[in-house]
């Protein structure tokens, strides 16, 4: 298989990048469906034929993949590729975009989410995402993380409030660091504070799998230090669907890697096998930096 | 081209540059000066016209409560007390301090000096402490409007240059007294300028106002919130009734009034000159104001916000009430208090139905009859006498100082409710 061509010198930059984009399509189109095992044994959300349609434009083509139980899964990819797109499908945050439909069939614990009548409400509720900016709200702390479950009906009285904040900030490893000022705003942390406090306001109500959207790429290396060691140690207790820019990062926090590229899923497999030894020539260029 | 060259090149065009920006400077700073000293000239010409109606003339009657005027029957009730015939009293001190005026007509002119309320304030005074009857006091009376603006040096007035040896007189006896004039906030609109108060176009004002705000924040605030969050979006009803709304926002307020007229007075067959269909009427006007201010609100609440919402599972009306509209509120107070302070100067729409009427009573409710402070200022300005030209400039300081208080009880809230994110 030939590289990317060369980019030749009298060629304008959106030129360059339709031309590389067409040959990228051409060859898809030429390959087959997704190389790898996509199915887990009892998965806990299956994906078959997953289409995503902005509008016009389709964003995400024919898309199979299953997400197991206590695992973290990693989505990778070049800018654009639909990763976030594809995520965003998995707890129906798709629905607030105008324009935006979603086809095929996502069943979580095997009942269809878009389908079956399931309310976005409880979807949301089993599905947490954490996003990549963190977005705590302008209120304390305390009612940063007490927000989920007390719309939700979690804590039959304040004893048990205090107890599901405590313990959720404890998860997220930032109880030591604001056990003293939980009325103090949420959005007078720290960066890698602000986004520890969101996965503690998502794991709040108890989800089974947790959606993460480059939780990492607005923090410094440290901030990203101590949220890597902290998905390891969720993933004892959640399902994590983690997309990451950062091939190092999927590397060290995922048991399995899915490559996708322009809409499709190119390649999945376990993450060792990915970055070791990948079989598709598309996901060999992006694991090796030739382009992404 | 040589480095050289190129620096050079900068360095004039720097100087080109510089010479801009001083210009663009001063042309801005001009344009404010301006501005302050249009403001200041205007202020100025109302402060120094208004600020003397907030003085009234008083004369010093030596006043003998005469038991055979006030009861002749010798009944002492409130009913007849009420009725007795104070005016005599009056005439009766002011012949007595004059007794060389003689002839009808003179002792006619001479009766002007007081105010027609003199009498009023006599029968307050009885009926206050009925002892007084018998005694002779040393009263002080609103004078006539025509020795007020004498007092005041408005000698133009040429009735008041008749009265001018009986005030001589009178001020070389130390009889006459500029005091401040608790008339004017205290009393309705008057045939008499010394008479004419503010209070009745201040309760009217702030009735309607208060119902306005009371009616279209809500109101306002609702539509905004569902065009806003709800409503579908790119649909052609929505898109019809936005460019409206937008064209609304221009309409004449004249047209507001007219609309009033035909649908809440005509159709509708509510109260003519209330503050109900006042309110009714600027809530019409203003709504449109308050739609578009409290969408730009709402449309400023970052979108993680409400994606962090819709991420713990809050149903949609969830976000709005617990994210979206308390991070919207204070822009949207802002809209709403700057909106009504609009309504507050309005007069157009509200001569259409009726509250340009003379109302003396102060009123006590949404159905009284009413009239406001911009139409009260409208009618005073419209009359001949001097008296009521000064009490117009001081209702429009009393205007200026209600609306300087709404708008600064605008930004106090806004401080107030802000939060950071």
Not at chain 1, 208 to 229: G, K, N, R
Not at chain 2, 72 to 79: F, I, M
Not at chain 2, 364 to 386: C, K, M, N
Request: with cysteine.
């Amino acid at each position: 298989m030939p590289n990317p061509p060369s980019t030749p010198a009298e060629l304008s930059l959106p030129a360059t990048q339709a031309v590389l984009e067409s040959a990228a399509r051409d060859r898809l189109d030429q390959l087959p469906a997704a190389i790898g095992d996509y199915t887990v044994p009892e998965p806990r959300l299956t994906c078959r034929g997953v289409n995503v349609f902005y509008g016009e434009k389709q964003a995400i083509f024919n898309v199979n993949l299953d997400i197991g139980q206590r695992e973290v899964i990693a989505l990778i990819g070049p800018s654009g590729c639909g990763k976030s797109t594809f995520l965003r499908c998995l707890n129906r945050m798709n629905d607030t975009i105008e324009g935006c439909r979603v086809e095929g069939e996502i069943k979580l614990d095997g009942v269809d989410i878009y389908h079956d009548g399931l309310d976005p409400v409880i979807l949301r509720a089993r599905v947490g995402m954490v996003f990549q900016k963190p977005n705590p709200f302008p209120k304390s702390i305390y009612d940063n993380v007490a927000y989920g479950p007390r719309i939700h009906g979690l804590a039959r009285n304040r004893t048990e409030l205090d107890e599901i904040v405590e313990d959720s900030l404890r998860k997220a490893g930032l109880w030591e660091e604001v056990k003293d000022r939980l009325d103090q705003p949420g959005t007078g942390l720290s960066g890698g504070q602000q986004q520890r406090l969101c996965i503690a306001r998502a794991i709040a109500v108890n989800p089974e799998v947790l959606l993460m959207d480059e939780p990492c790429s607005a923090l410094d290396p440290i901030a990203t230090a101590t949220i890597e060691q902290l998905i390891d140690e969720l993933r004892t207790q959640y399902s994590i669907v983690i997309v990451t820019h950062n091939m190092q990062q999927a590397a060290r926090v995922s048991q399995r890697t899915a490559y996708f590229h322009l809409g499709r899923l190119i390649e999945i497999g376990p993450t060792a096998k990915i970055f070791t030894n990948p079989r598709h020539p598309l996901t060999e260029d992006y694991i090796t930096g030739r382009f992404g | 081209m040589s480095k050289g060259h190129t620096v050079d090149r900068i360095v004039a065009s720097i100087a080109r540059r510089r010479a801009r920006e001083t210009r663009l400077k001063w042309a801005g700073f001009m344009a404010v000066a301006v501005t302050l000293a249009l403001l200041a000239l205007l202020l100025g010409s109302i402060v120094a016209l208004g600020w003397r109606a907030f003085q009234q003339t008083y004369l010093a009657l030596d006043v003998y409560f005469d038991p055979q005027v006030i009861a002749p029957d010798g009944r002492l009730d409130e009913e007849s007390l009420r009725q007795a015939d104070y005016e005599s009293l009056v005439r009766q001190a002011l012949r007595e301090l004059f007794p060389q005026v003689e002839g009808r007509t003179q002792q006619r002119m001479l009766y002007r000096l007081v105010s027609s309320g003199g009498a009023d304030y006599l029968s307050h005074m009885v009926l206050a402490d009925p002892r007084l009857i018998g005694t002779r006091q040393r009263v002080w009376l609103p004078a006539s409007s025509d020795v007020d603006m004498f007092a005041k040096g408005q000698t133009g007035a040429q009735r008041a240059a008749s009265l001018q040896p009986w005030i001589d007189h009178l001020l070389a006896q130390g009889r006459i007294e500029k005091r401040f004039n608790k008339t004017f906030f205290t009393a309705g609109d008057s045939r008499e300028p010394e008479l004419a108060g503010i209070l009745g176009a201040l309760s009217g004002s702030f009735y309607t106002i208060g119902l306005t705000l009371l009616l279209s924040f809500p109101l306002g605030v609702a539509a905004a919130v569902y065009l806003e969050e709800f409503a579908p979006k790119k649909n052609f009803w929505v898109d019809l009734i936005e460019v409206n709304i937008n064209n609304l926002a221009a309409v004449p307020s004249i047209v507001f009034g007219l609309l009033g007229l035909a649908v809440f007075l005509n159709a509708f067959a509510l109260p003519r000159s209330t503050p109900l269909v006042g309110a009714l009427v600027l809530t019409l006007m203003t709504l449109p104001t308050i739609i578009i201010t409290s969408r730009v609100s709402l449309q400023a609440v970052p979108p993680w916000i409400r994606e962090a919402a819709l991420g713990v599972g809050a149903s949609k009306m969830q976000m709005v009430l617990h994210h979206v509209l308390p991070l919207a509120l204070p822009g949207m107070l802002t809209g709403a208090i700057i909106g009504t302070a609009r309504a507050l100067g309005e007069t157009a729409p509200l001569l259409m139905i009726g509250m340009v009427a003379f109302i003396v009573d102060i009123p006590r409710g949404l159905l009284d009859p009413a009239t406001v402070l911009p139409v009260q200022i409208y009618l005073w300005a419209d009359s001949a006498e001097r008296g009521f030209v000064e009490r117009a400039a001081a209702a429009i300081l009393v205007l200026l100082v209600f609306m300087l208080l709404m708008n600064a009880l605008a930004i106090f809230l806004r401080r107030h409710f802000e939060r950071r994110w």
